[in-house]
């Protein structure tokens, strides 16, 4: 390693570690060592000294242990006649680096508590997010293991001007990329300099304004390690692996842009232990020779056309971006865009004029594979702002083409739309709604281009079940009306097949291993009144995709011999999870709390949990950040039950679930649910109703209790004696 770079990096780690000591010191003296710490929400501590030490800081005085660590790897000063080689001595600096730092931030949290916006977006008046929460966690880091990103390029300073960020973001986003940035050069920041340039930030676009220092680096680094605990199993403390499952799995690299200062080296160099190289705008010495980063681990005086051509091949990072024949960007990154007021040419559906999509299969002989029409008006026949009725209909045929693939290739419609760099679409069916920037616009984009990308998109990813398909795309009022009422007759069948579908007469449930990666022993089995915890997967589309993927993860489970029909077990349904769980499991029960209830990963929408004092349940949702009467938050529940086990008095389900009729009937169902957040009360408010009302007590959404009676048990049981919840009076739930 470069001499230069090395006694950098190690006078920058000396400055950040005495800083964190004395910041330490400072708070230790004003709050004490019991004082809790920690950054928002998470169940990975200070995640960079949990991985990598293993060390759970939860209060002030648990710091001293990482910051004795710190001292300890600190390697004395280079000096100008030093024999030895300088890389292990400066990677420890770079690690004692990101533990200082880590404490510095936390310490932040605890004397400016709304230093961050502690959420996915900026604010009116703050624009730095600090440290992702486990909600982000897990919605943005399984796309790190997916593949839906590649990576982070995590960004440093700033660039000479608002332009040059904004193209540098641009094209990073377009390569699916995700964009961390902190610090600032010449009194600018990247973050800033997109906001001047009228960018939109935040996780939802991929572009992650940490902080306004250096030190906010630690969160891209607590991301990385947190995805590869999370979701590759490893153990916090085994800081081989979670090193080189970065290496080999997370794509990232640093993009110092500006003068590096003694600070940034010591970053950089900690960021190699990862096996993140750096490209620099700035005639800083190289680091060619490879040993730890795949390729180069220094490059440097990378014009700023070419730097992201430059890191990706430096990183080694193979991008395979399917050529979309439409006149703008495409890819997930664009998916969180939003199109406000003003900055629309064309909104359709929206509760504004009516909107429909819908996928219906034809004969072979009636499409024409490739064909786009536009029935009506053109955008181009309308001025800025207007408004238009829109269908869209997807036509298809094809050998292998059936109808429960309809709705599957249907789903698909919302985040295709989406990736359009310029698009906004919400909702599906007959509530979808559409926005077309007038950048968009003004790039060429016509209403027809839907047509191409669905084509290419579908073709791409779903050629194995159809030969053709066509668009059509009408635009007139009477004939979206028209197709309206076709599509709705359709939606109302397709909902009465899987709602009119019952355990006891369906022979054939299905499986899915999907969470296996990271949840090795979990086995969910869906059946038509049991949808996936995940919410994502119901019995008809595990069907489907099983016929689409024949060796995937959704493998038919016959049910077999009924062993007990009021716990929900069956025979066969025994004997596949013995064999998907590789013999950790030889039975569960489906619609049971207490008695050996299903595996639950960490991916579930909701968790319930026994209540003994209440003689009933209650559920929590994953964006309920706040403490529920079990005792536990919701990242603390799943911390708990989420690696795949079955823990008697917890399980994991889909919001869906909650109001199929056979949500916990094994324990008496609907009626023990004595609390749920406010806001899952409202999501499932029509289904409640109507569940509600077929258990014959209408009035139980009301006797529920949210958090707005009690976050305990005491406080909410006179709620529910007042009331007169039919779980008081249910036999003992224990
Ligand atoms: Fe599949 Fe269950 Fe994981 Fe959802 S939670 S992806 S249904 S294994
Ligand atoms: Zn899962």
């Known amino acids: 390693m470069s001499k230069i770079i090395a006694s950098a ?34 169940a990975y501590y200070l995640p960079i000294i949990y991985g990598i030490l293993g060390i759970k800081v939860e209060k002030l005085g648990d710091m001293e242990a990482a910051l004795k660590r710190c ?119 990247f973050s800033e300099q997109l906001i001047e340039a009228g960018v939109q930030i935040g996780w939802p676009v991929r572009l992650v304004s940490y902080g306004p220092d250096i030190s906010a680096a630690v969160f891209a680094m607590g991301f990385a390690t947190r995805v590869a605990m999370s979701f590759g ?51 800083i010495p190289e680091i060619l020779p490879t040993g730890i980063c795949t390729y180069e681990h220094v490059v440097s005086n ?25 006149p703008t960007g495409f890819g997930p990154a664009f998916e969180g865009e939003r199109i406000r007021k003003g900055e629309w040419y064309l909104e359709c559906g929206g509760g504004f004029t009516p909107m429909v999509e819908w996928v219906t299969s034809k004969r072979m002989d009636e499409v024409e594979d490739g064909k786009f029409e536009v029935i009506g008006p053109e955008i181009t026949d309308m001025p800025p702002e207007s408004r238009l009725p829109l269908a ?15 709705p599957i290739l249907e789903r698909q419609i919302h985040h295709l739309i989406n990736y359009t760099q310029g698009c906004f679409h919400n909702g599906q069916r007959d509530i979808a709604w559409l926005r077309v920037s007038k950048e968009l616009y003004e790039k060429g984009f016509r ?31 009477d004939k979206v009306r028209e197709i309206l009422a076709k599509a709705k007759a359709v939606y109302a069948a397709r909902d009465a097949r899987i709602e009119g579908m019952t355990d006891e007469t369906t022979d054939t449930y299905y499986s899915c291993t999907l969470c296996q990666s990271f949840a090795p022993p979990h086995v969910c089995v869906i059946s038509p009144e049991r949808t996936g915890l995940c919410g994502s997967y119901n019995w008809m589309d595990c069907k489907a995709a099983y016929e689409i993927n024949p060796t995937g993860p959704n493998q038919p489970v016959p049910k077999g011999e009924v062993i007990d029909p009021v716990l929900g077990q069956w025979k066969g349904v025994n004997e596949f999870l013995y064999k998907a769980s590789r013999g950790k499991f030889d039975h569960y029960n489906s619609y049971s709390i207490i008695h050996d209830p299903m595996t639950t990963c960490g991916c579930c929408e909701c968790i319930a949990a026994v209540l003994p004092l209440c003689n009933g349940i209650m559920t929590v949702n994953r964006e309920f950040t706040e403490m529920t009467p079990c005792g ?12 795949g086990v079955s823990t008697p008095g917890f399980v994991g389900h889909g919001k869906y679930n909650t109001c199929q009729r056979k949500f916990l009937i094994g324990d008496g169902g609907i009626k023990r649910i004595v609390w749920m957040p406010k806001m899952l009360k409202e999501e499932i408010a029509d289904r409640l109703k109507a569940r509600a009302i077929e258990v014959g007590v209408p009035d139980l959404p009301d006797m529920i209790a949210d958090e707005t009676v009690g976050t305990t048990e005491e406080e909410i049981l006179p709620f529910l004696e007042e009331k007169g919840h039919p779980a008081l009076t249910m036999e003992p739930i224990m």
Request: hydrophobic share 40%; glycine share 8%.
């Open 632 to 643: 536990m938050k919701f990242t603390t529940l799943a911390g708990t039950v989420g690696g």
């Open 302 to 326: 990378v014009p700023h056309d070419k730097i992201v051509p430059k890191a990706i091949e430096v990183r080694g990072l193979k991008i395979s971006v399917a050529e979309i024949p439409i």
């Open 447 to 477: 209403l027809y281009h839907i047509g191409s990308l669905l084509h290419a998109k579908l073709h791409q990813d779903f050629g194995r079940i159809f030969d053709k398909l066509q668009v059509k795309l009408y635009t007139e009022e």
């Open 71 to 189: 001292k300890s790897l600190l390697p004395p000063p280079v000096r100008e006649n030093h024999p030895l080689p300088y890389l292990a001595p400066a990677l420890d600096a770079g690690m004692a680096t990101f533990f200082a730092e880590e404490i510095i931030e936390a310490i932040r949290y605890l004397e400016e508590p709304d230093f961050y916006t502690k959420q996915e977006e900026i604010t009116d008046n703050n624009i730095w997010l600090g440290a992702a929460d486990d909600v982000i966690l897990r919605k943005r880091g399984i796309e790190f293991v997916d593949g839906t990103a590649p990576g982070f390029a995590a960004i440093c300073g700033a660039a000479p001007d608002a332009e040059t960020a904004k193209k540098i973001a641009q094209e990073l986003q377009a390569k699916n990329l995700y964009v961390f940035m902190c610090a600032e050069y010449d009194n600018k920041r």
């Open 392 to 406: 869209i209909a997807v036509e298809v045929a094809g050998r292998e083409m059936e109808e429960d693939y309809e």
């Open 233 to 283: 199993g490893i153990q916090p403390g085994d800081f081989r692996k979670v090193l080189i499952y970065n290496k080999d799995r997370v794509f990232s690299f640093i993009l110092p842009l500006g003068y590096v200062t003694d600070e940034w080296y010591a970053n950089a160099t900690g960021a190699v232990n990862w096996g993140f190289p750096t490209i620099a705008d700035t005639p």
């Open 9 to 42: 990096a190690i006078r920058g780690a000396h400055k950040i570690v005495d800083r964190a000591g004395k910041k330490w010191q400072e708070a230790m003296d004003k709050w004490g060592a019991n004082e809790p710490v920690g950054f928002p929400n998470t």
